[in-house]
């Protein structure tokens, strides 16, 4: 018998179109199984969905069309790969008239028919995740004898059920412990069936968590994740098989989709290249991968092909430039160059050579005169042109409009290239720089788009570049763009360092605030001067009314701006 | 002994402002009873936070905070109003080690102590609540003996812990029904701490359900809700009693703060002025008043005094200029035409003549010169000026970018003006009319919005706009605004029709794809044509993106855009 684990990138909400993606793995899966062969094909979490569905789970029509699927799915099995039997992830009616009325549950798809086998038991609504909203409880475990004659007891879990450690994973739902329930139930081979989206140390977690539950059982650990971009999260894949002894026997691709069918039992050590992967790839090549799919995905299922930013000759819209090239190919990438009186001569230069490098189309397109324009119009209201921060982001609006005119005209995606660092203390401008589709980087502190940048122009990223069609040698974000003083360019010789403190200082801090809500009186407990404590805290939260309309941010960090940062704005 | 009903604004997160408030109340409210005499009051849930405190529910150091604040209390209530015991909403740490870790409790604070006498049992997690994201929820109903010897048998509730009734509420949560529990425990008065926002209808259901609770307990009902606004929500008070025979013996004021002292029992029936205020206003007055308060609201707790809004002279901008200027104050609100080469006539006369019957300042600014300029610009990289839909919204952008340059010199909030019609079908321009800090409108259809203009229009609405600070007497709104066909102006004689099917024909359907989750195939066999189903589900879905960075938006109906819509934007 083989057991294949099936890593998917499902259209959220596609129903029709992820069922027909179920069959087509099947029929992959069973490609190197023996005639009649008895295959257990495990999909991620939600599988028939994509996750998070959201609201799309309050639609009564969704929910119906799920079970004619499952027969359409079942006569389908039946004639194309009868010996398949096929767990996928669905949202069940529970039944009842109380609200939440739908389980997070697996059904067995078979030729013979279909049937709900096992209903999560811990349903996160932390973070960025609301399953309470959607879903309740099942109160059970589940063992599966597959197949039904004499096979293996395999217990059934979904996403969070594994995740029972508080040491290892930080925290633990309140509910049962379905490790435990599995370990008195006595099982062969755990199963668990995921949509857990990437963040910078996952990886590792994840493996600790299942190495943790196979010593537990005493039995092997397949773990079948999602892969794909959704909005603002990146589901990075990596499945992966452990062995009752830690040992890792399969790991799948981080960020691609792949079908892996494995002989049961696994015989003697994993194959030459998977062994190749055992090792996590480094922390800022898993970072990259993710932004890159994150983009990718977000264009390919809003349906761009196109992508558009604004290059200003600083490392943010480089990184974005380097990031939307990998995702979308360089032929695909516009740039638009939108210098002012205050740019300074290297913002042209330097974004000019980086998009030849790079193999992106630049045009540059001076905004004096639009400066002028406004100053111009605005005086007869104003009696003067705007100054100080309104005149600063006038020039950032101006941009903004142009890239959207153009984008819109053009029917490109516009990237929004702020990182985190501007977005938590409010250094950017809403409906200037802020404008686009999707806020790349803006989960990525300062000093962070500073290491991911050095880590591009270094040996180690070789390799990853030439994967993904970059330029395989020499510096790509360049040496001038990597080391010059971060400045916004919207007055005379203005430095971020005017305003704000060095990243360095001030990125610790917003980690704390952000990450861990810590209060100003802990940091300074910690060290931190109690002026640069309060400060940075009054700026973060001043700044919560432009967050709340920035686009989606792709989540790379333990808590990322966006679904899961509900901050109120009239506050204190 | 008393019983008062406290119905308080209090402003989220800032526990140390929110507790000088309930100290303050009780403080008012004692005036009226005899020395000594014991005085129950009675809060809004969660009235030391303001509700939603959202993610301030995450900060350690705030939960930390209550204790202090909890034992300051009991000692200024010692020395101030011995008598008075005080019923407060807090966050109860659980103390267990897995999250959440939080009851929404209630602590009675007296002059000898406090403590918790009731965690709240059903916890709301659907539309705008995320309660399981932050609390447990409680397992068994309590009942206080007030005053402690031979006093009343009070049975305590918390807001959703009422909303037992489906048939009424049409839906209820999983749990147990509290109302049954109290029952069974045997009760003389039944307390329910409410923060429940404003809705259409929502005033009437709230009595509904009270009064089904008061006849299945045989006991009266002390109804006490949270008044004013809080980011998108409004909550709007109208706290009340009812007898156990359905009668209504007392009713606060509806958005307005109100402390409200009873003799109990309470003799014969209501005050005079409380009879008068017994009938609910007419539903469109409360949205009237509701929208008010949700921008006062806003403003003043985001330290705003002046608000500016661009007047189109369409009906839209018209109301919105209404709303803020009963809610700071006409001096207090700025409003500027922005016409361009393709704006009627009556676009400056009407939106003119508005302004002064308001007495609201009011300047012209023509975008012609801005548009010249911008294509000029564009035309550099472009070959040509943007056509079409890029150019459309290239005026939009314009509009916007001048007001928030004004709005951002002279330190105003600006206000955006759209309604939901626009917002679900995309017939609005992201970075340019959706510019604001609130959507003031976007929860009301555009056939709503034309009712709610008819009625201020008309004679019933005089006595609340003079109360409001409005001109009393003949049209506000007018009729040369009110019957103008709908227009965007942003083309030579366009008319929203060219675009949209009528909104008489159009808002149903989205108001059934919206707030009942129907698919076009239960339209369609709803006798809703075919092709139209589809070509409204279509624009909806391909909004998303949009609505994503739409400000917030003030929520008057069963579903509004913002955090009760949460939908995925890559999906199908």
């Known amino acids: 018998m083989r057991i294949a684990l099936a890593q998917l990138n499902p259209l959220v909400g596609d129903l029709v179109g992820n069922a027909a993606r179920l069959l087509q793995a099947s029929a992959e899966a069973v490609i190197e199984a023996a005639s009649g062969e008895p295959l257990l094909m495990v ?34 099995l039946q004639r194309q790969a009868p010996q398949v039997s096929l767990l996928v992830g669905i949202a069940e009616p529970t039944g009842s008239r109380t609200v939440p009325n739908l389980y997070n549950a697996l059904v067995l798809v078979e030729a013979g028919g279909w049937r709900v086998v096992y209903r999560k038991q811990l349903l996160p609504s932390y973070d960025v995740f609301d399953e309470r909203r959607y879903f309740v409880a099942g109160l059970a475990p589940a063992v599966l004898q597959w197949p039904p004659a004499g096979g293996l007891r395999l217990g059934l879990t979904i996403c969070e059920d594994l995740w029972v450690d508080a040491d290892l994973a930080g925290q633990r739902l309140a509910g049962p412990d379905p490790i435990a329930e ?301 080391h010059k003083p971060p400045s916004a360019e919207l007055r005379p010789d203005q430095k971020d360092s005017d305003s704000l403190p060095d990243y360095a200082v001030l990125d610790p801090v917003l980690k704390a605030l952000i990450e861990a809500h810590q209060s100003p009186e802990q940091l300074v407990a910690d060290g931190v001067d109690p002026a640069l404590a309060e400060r940075v805290m009054g700026l973060l939260r001043s700044a919560e009314f432009k967050r709340r309309q920035a686009p989606p941010v792709l989540k790379v960090s333990r808590r990322a701006f966006g679904s899961g940062w509900r901050m109120p704005i009239a506050a204190r």
Not at 51 to 69: F, K, T
Not at 274 to 289: K, Y
Not at 403 to 418: P, S, Y
Request: with cysteine; hydrophobic share 45%.
């Open 182 to 482: 599995l370990k008195d139930a006595g099982i062969d081979l755990l199963l668990n069936l995921s949509a857990s989206p990437f963040g910078l140390g996952k990886l590792v977690l994840r493996r600790q968590l299942a190495t943790r539950a196979a010593a537990r059982l005493g039995a092997p650990v397949v773990y079948v994740n999602q892969v794909g971009g959704n909005d603002e999260l990146v589901f990075d894949g990596a499945s992966f098989l452990i062995q009752p002894d830690g040992a890792l026997a399969t790991q799948l691709t981080c960020c691609r989709e792949e079908v892996v069918s494995l002989a049961w039992p696994p015989h003697g050590n994993a194959t030459a290249q998977a062994v190749a992967r055992l090792e996590p790839p480094d922390e800022l090549e898993q970072l990259f991968r993710a932004l890159v799919l994150g983009v990718a995905d977000y264009a390919r299922k809003c349906g761009f092909n196109q992508a558009l930013l604004g290059l200003s000759g600083g490392i943010d819209s480089a990184l974005v430039a380097v990031l939307a090239a990998a995702a979308l190919g360089a032929d695909q990438v516009t740039t638009l160059l939108l210098p002012s009186p205050w740019s300074s001569e290297g913002s042209i230069s330097d974004a000019t050579a980086l998009a030849q490098r790079l193999g992106l189309a630049t045009q540059i397109l001076p905004i004096a005169p639009l400066m002028q324009a406004f100053d111009h119009s605005l005086a007869a209201v104003l009696g003067g042109a705007p100054s100080g921060l309104a005149a600063e982001n006038l020039q950032s609006r101006i941009r903004g409009t142009l890239l959207m005119a153009l984008a819109n005209q053009q029917g490109q995606l516009l990237l929004a290239t702020g990182n985190k660092s501007e977005l938590a203390v409010g250094y950017c401008t809403l409906y200037g720089d802020m404008n686009g589709g999707l806020a790349v980087i803006g989960d990525l502190y300062k000093t962070t788009v500073f290491a991911l940048c050095a880590w591009l122009d270094g040996q180690a990223a070789c390799a990853c570049r030439s994967e993904l069609g970059l330029p395989p040698d020499g510096e790509l974000i360049g040496a001038a763009i990597r």
């Open 43 to 76: 999909t991620p979490e939600l599988s028939l969905w994509g996750y998070p569905a959201r609201d799309l789970l309050l639609r009564p029509s969704l929910i119906a069309l799920q079970n004619r699927l499952l027969d359409q799915l079942t006569s389908d």
